[in-house]
């Protein structure tokens, strides 16, 4: 794929020197390379993808509850813009920087183009624990962002979801905030948001649903029935406790889980919905006794069937890469995987679901949920789960015929057709002026 967009040599002082300190952004701009030596992409195109269309940093200041005034650091880094408004969560938690954003943003593009949706990828966070906030110092921070954005966010420029440390209820505060500045309800601001203020059923359920078809059609190809299948899984927030109820629905046992203060185990398999509940209750993970404590790094190498991290980036490394003793690695989480791990893991028989693909059905949704607010309609939740399965396990396929054509993995599969897609667009589009 060559045009004569920019032949240029690449920029000592290019703008990818702003990121490249960050680990993660590193691996993202790996993963792109190997991509871009497989597909042969223009060195023009090659340069342009490799750094964030625009990135925006804010600081946020925030009166707290005691009166004194904290001030917080927010990012937003949209990736590309060539197909459509940018797109993706806003993260809060404690390890939120320029460059994990930025790699999180790069991640959406190919994403956004495996599932051929008409998106560009964005990604936000506010280094913050959200933990330690209260509800009040949560919107005030929330509000306060928003606000700091509001240039660069819009319905056709830039549509927020929530990940990891946001929820309904910050989807709902930013709608808010920007429907106060222009003056009318724009619930198409964001996605992810409360099904009362124009959000789309089975959103919340969305991603952890997409990762099960994904777990299904996987297990179906090792011919692997989900009666006898195991399966660990890191972190029980919104992906993590979905993706255990409906594997567990599926017949599937859950024998390990984990969160951010401990994680437990069960051999005979762990009741997802007492787990779930004994939680919403205010309960750590942790104390629940039908399970017994482990290490949360040993069980992340138990024997089982199906391994979901279901948390944060680069879990899965050098040192415990070679030590796994999962069938299924089901990439719930962004990134989870270090770019040695997947050198490792790509020479052994584990069958890989990749990030952007497993845990594409969150974006596919939100897709879904604004189309609806755009057009003022409101679709069954029957027909939500149809479509999200239609295009999981479309996208599934097309990877995994690419993957077994080209004799590639799984990974630089999905990553090609994402990748692919945008580079293809840009090509059409041109370079302004
Ligand atoms: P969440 O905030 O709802 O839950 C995160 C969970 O991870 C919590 O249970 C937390 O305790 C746990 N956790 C944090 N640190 C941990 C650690 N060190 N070890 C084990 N567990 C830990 O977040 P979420 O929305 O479920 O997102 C989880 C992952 O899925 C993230 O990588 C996110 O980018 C990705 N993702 C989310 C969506 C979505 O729709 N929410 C969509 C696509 C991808």
Same mark, same amino acid.
């Given at each position: ?82 197909s459509g408004p940018?797109k ?20 959406m593009?190919?994403k956004c183009g495996l599932m051929n949706l008409p998106f560009g990828g ?171 404590? #482990? ?6 190498? %138990?024997? /089982?069937? &199906? *391994?979901?991290? @279901? +948390?944060?980036?680069?879990? #899965? ?6 030590? %796994?003793? /999962?069938? &299924? *690695?089901?990439? @719930? +989480? ?15 028989? &584990? ?9 594409a059905?969150?974006v596919t949704?939100s897709y879904f949920?604004w189309v ?19 295009l999981?396990?479309?996208a ?25 897609k ?12």
């Amino acid at each position: 794929m060559v045009n004569n967009d920019d032949h240029s040599s690449e920029n000592q002082n290019s703008p990818k020197s702003v990121f490249e300190s960050s680990a993660t952004f590193c691996m993202a701009l790996s993963q792109l390379q190997s991509v871009a030596s497989l597909l042969k992409i223009d060195r023009g195109i090659l340069q342009r993808l490799s750094v964030p269309k625009r990135t925006i940093i804010v600081s946020v200041p925030v009166r707290m509850d005691d009166g004194s005034t904290r001030v917080f650091n927010g990012y937003r880094v949209q990736h590309s813009l060539t197909s459509g408004p940018s797109k993706g969560g806003l993260r809060y938690h404690q390890s939120v920087d320029l460059g994990e954003v930025a790699a999180l943003s790069m991640w959406m593009s190919w994403k956004c183009g495996l599932m051929n949706l008409p998106f560009g990828g964005a990604k936000g966070g506010i280094t913050c624990d959200p933990e330690t906030l209260s509800i009040g110092e949560k919107e005030r921070l929330t509000r306060r962002f928003t606000e700091e954005v509001l240039s660069v966010i819009g319905p056709r420029m830039d549509v927020m979801a929530p990940d990891m440390g946001t929820d309904e209820q910050t989807m709902a505060w930013i709608m808010d905030t920007y429907s106060m500045k222009v003056g009318y309800a724009c619930p198409e601001i964001v996605t992810g948001k409360p099904v009362e203020l124009g959000g789309c059923l089975g959103r919340r359920e969305a991603t952890g649903r997409g990762v099960t078809f994904c777990i299904l059609e996987a297990l179906k190809d090792l011919n692997i029935s989900p009666e006898v299948a195991t399966a660990v899984v890191q972190g029980f927030g919104n992906v993590g406790a979905i993706t255990c109820a409906e594997l567990s629905q599926k017949g599937v046992k859950v024998i390990a889980v984990s969160d951010r203060y401990g994680a437990i185990h069960n051999p005979s398999g762990i009741n997802i919905a007492e787990l779930q509940s004994f939680v919403s209750s205010g309960n750590l993970l942790k104390d629940f006794p039908e399970g017994k404590p #482990i290490n949360p790094e040993e069980m992340l190498v %138990l024997p /089982c069937t &199906i *391994l979901v991290p @279901a +948390a944060l980036e680069r879990v #899965i490394h050098l040192k415990n890469a070679s030590q %796994l003793k /999962c069938k &299924i *690695l089901a990439e @719930a +989480a962004n990134g989870p995987t270090t770019p040695e791990a997947d050198a490792i893991i790509s020479k052994s028989d &584990i069958y890989v679901i990749p990030d952007i693909l497993c845990n594409a059905g969150g974006v596919t949704v939100s897709y879904f949920e604004w189309v609806q607010d755009i057009q003022q309609l409101l679709w069954s939740e029957e027909h939500i789960n149809h479509k999200l399965y239609e295009l999981m396990i479309k996208a599934f396929r097309r990877v995994r015929e690419l993957a077994l054509a080209k004799k590639i993995s799984m990974r630089l599969a999905a990553l090609s057709l994402g990748v692919e897609k945008i580079a293809r667009e840009k090509i059409m589009r041109g370079l302004f002026p």
